[in-house]
């Protein structure tokens, strides 16, 4: 394409920005308008990319960081033959593949979703460490952000990342405009304040005129041409770009223009000018053979090894079986135990240093990249990258996360360092799998497992050791349980997991030698929960007794209760949980205080017992 004919399709990705969001009645069109001759540049001269196989492994990777521009990238989509024009008049209506913010559930082109800001490089970041260290494929990763979302602090966890690993294959572009939601950006038209904190990151810094399409291909090729340093091309832009009344104009950000036809006619009318996407080179994806046999540490019963320690060690050994699992750790890979994965596979290791947002969003970068990712961290860090676990989960996207140093059980270190709000927070996203092993068996198997499952995936460790109580042969579906004791005669049911689960079974020794029997379920699977073990149990003994190492709301005891939200009677529920707020003190002493040791179980049963007996 001629600078002209560049100049035409950016004007035709104008009208057809403002085009769906009129037929909407809703949407970003001035976002879109400011970028339109950046994406025009993009896609007619430098993106590598085959609409028809976008799972070519040569393929450019696009992530449209600015997620509420939406329209432009379907329009875009309709520029490369994608699309159809009917169909993109059916933006955000119900049952459309054009959504307000783009999904990957939608659109074989979208990788991952897009919408909360800040998000888009970070993930570009994980695609990128994935295409120079894992698959090898000279592919590059662009990135279009806006300049509001720059002010979040995960684009700068990203930024630091991207210098330090050298992604000279990434490539992230700034639309400047200068105005966000309700007025303007910080550093509004300066481009200097962003390029003196990309170049404090070790970035390539290119500044250049977003409406200049000569200028931007300039500086698309001085991007490709960077060796050892990512790149920034900090693009100075209008909002709502071509049409002079909404021009750089507040007050319009996420509306419909005014005057749609003729803000169309003043753009030149409506097109249907195609693009030829250059296609990529053939390529071939260098994941490993997943072919090889499993073998899973073995330990003796009774033998005491903490869950972390089991966690490490299997994921060590998953490695060595699966050529495509890749590890990741936030800098605390000697206490996550990930360094035994490290020290085995260093080619698939990822240090992510104490950047949490980061952590998961390279996991997620991963994942769309084919590969099966384990990202550990403390628990409690856990919750910095919250946001990024939900947009991984709208995004439908593989990852493995794990929690260590878990509940009060960690002891002296303090609540600061205690995860006592994971298992709610990841019970609440949308299709996750939540499971808290007790032994080192037990915690192998899932690990094992949660490689063949979807979605968001979670598991909690703890720090201290456990005895094991299970064999190397026993099996843990997902969605399971194991009554560990029972009988006919079983006055009550204690439901633990984890660190609990031993405490049950010493509170049921101890309460066996007073006459009162009780059943103890080890609920290793929290989402999803066995019903109907659950159910039995209600039915057989009358009351169940959550015991977690964990706070009151969203963990175990709620998981418990969603086994008998189907209308039918509901048992007696007693809830053990942490509802104080610890201190330093030894494992034992937190258990105690908590009310959640063996000694405090056994009360609470023989109250309830006697309780039974008044009624």
């Not at 037929?23 to 339109?36: E, I, R, V, Y």
């Not at 783009?102 to 490089?121: D, F, K, N």
């Not at 001085?222 to 002079?244: C, F, M, W, Y």
Request: hydrophobic share 40%; charged share 25%; with cysteine.
């Amino acid at each position: 394409m001629t600078s002209s004919d560049l100049s035409t399709l950016a004007q035709q990705l104008r009208v057809d920005s403002v085009r769906a969001a009129a037929a909407a009645g809703s949407g970003h069109p001035t976002s879109s308008m400011s970028a339109a001759d950046l994406m025009a540049v993009l896609m007619a001269r430098h993106l590598h990319y085959d609409f028809d196989r976008p799972d070519h492994p040569g393929n450019d990777r696009f992530i449209l960081s600015k997620g509420h521009a939406s329209p432009l990238l379907y329009a875009a989509y309709k520029a490369a033959g994608a699309l159809t024009d009917d169909e993109l008049l059916t933006f955000r209506k119900e049952g459309s593949r054009l959504q307000g913010h783009p999904t990957p559930r939608a659109l074989p082109w979208v990788e991952v979703a897009t919408g909360s800001l800040g998000q888009g490089l970070p993930v570009g970041v994980g695609m990128a460490l994935s295409g120079k260290r894992l698959e090898r494929i000279p592919y590059r990763v662009w990135v279009l952000c806006g300049d509001s979302e720059l002010a979040e602090g995960s684009v700068w966890e990203a930024a630091e990342h991207a210098g330090y690993e050298h992604l000279d294959n990434l490539t992230v572009i700034v639309d400047v405009n200068r105005l966000g939601q309700r007025g303007p950006t910080r550093h509004e038209w300066n481009l200097k304040a962003y390029a003196d904190r990309f170049k404090a990151f070790d970035w390539h810094v290119v500044e250049t005129d977003g409406h200049d399409v000569d200028a931007i291909d300039r500086a698309f090729q001085e991007a490709g041409s960077t060796a050892g340093q990512p790149t920034v091309i900090l693009a100075r832009t209008l909002k709502g770009r071509g049409v002079a009344s909404i021009e750089n104009r507040e007050g319009l950000h996420g509306k419909p223009l005014p005057d749609a036809e003729s803000a169309i006619e003043e753009l030149g009318g409506v097109r249907d000018v195609r693009v030829e996407v250059r296609k990529p080179a053939a390529a071939r994806t260098l994941h490993a053979e997943r072919a090889g046999h499993l073998e899973l540490p073995r330990h003796e019963v009774g033998e005491d090894i903490a869950t972390r320690d089991a966690y490490g060690q299997a994921l060590a050994a998953l490695g060595t079986a699966r050529g495509d699992v890749v590890a990741l750790d936030g800098e605390v890979g000697d206490s996550t135990r990930t360094e035994y994965f490290a020290k085995e596979h260093p080619d698939r290791y990822f240090e992510c240093y104490i950047a949490e947002q980061q952590l998961v969003a390279s996991a997620v970068g991963m994942a769309a990249r084919g590969w099966v990712p384990y990202a550990s961290t403390f628990a409690a860090f856990l919750t910095r990258a919250h946001d990024f676990v939900r947009m991984a989960a709208i995004s439908g996207a593989g990852i493995n996360l794990v929690g260590s140093h878990a509940g009060v059980a960690i002891g002296e270190d303090g609540p600061s360092q205690m995860g006592l709000e994971d298992l709610a927070m990841f019970r609440a996203v949308h299709g996750s799998t939540v499971l808290y092993p007790c032994d080192a068996h037990q915690t192998g198997r899932l690990i094992a497992q949660m490689a063949e499952l979807d979605g968001v995936r979670y598991l909690r460790t703890s720090r201290g050791n456990t005895p094991v109580i299970y064999g190397p042969g026993e099996e843990f579906p997902i969605g399971g349980s194991k009554v560990l004791r029972s009988s006919d005669a079983d006055r009550l049911t204690l439901v633990a997991a984890g660190v609990t689960v031993h405490e049950a079974l010493a509170a049921a020794e101890l309460l066996e030698t007073e006459g009162i029997p009780v059943r103890v379920i080890d609920l290793y699977s929290v989402k999803p929960v066995d019903r109907r073990t659950l159910r039995e149990a209600a039915t057989r003994t009358g009351c169940l007794v959550t015991v977690e190492d964990h706070r009151e709301e969203g963990g175990l005891g709620d998981a418990v209760l969603d086994a008998f939200t189907d209308g039918g009677p509901v048992p007696r529920l007693v809830r053990l949980a942490v509802r104080t707020m610890p201190g330093s003190a030894s494992p034992e002493e937190q258990l105690r205080a908590a009310g959640i040791d063996a000694q405090s179980i056994a009360a609470a049963a023989r109250l309830l017992v006697e309780e039974g007996v008044v009624r």
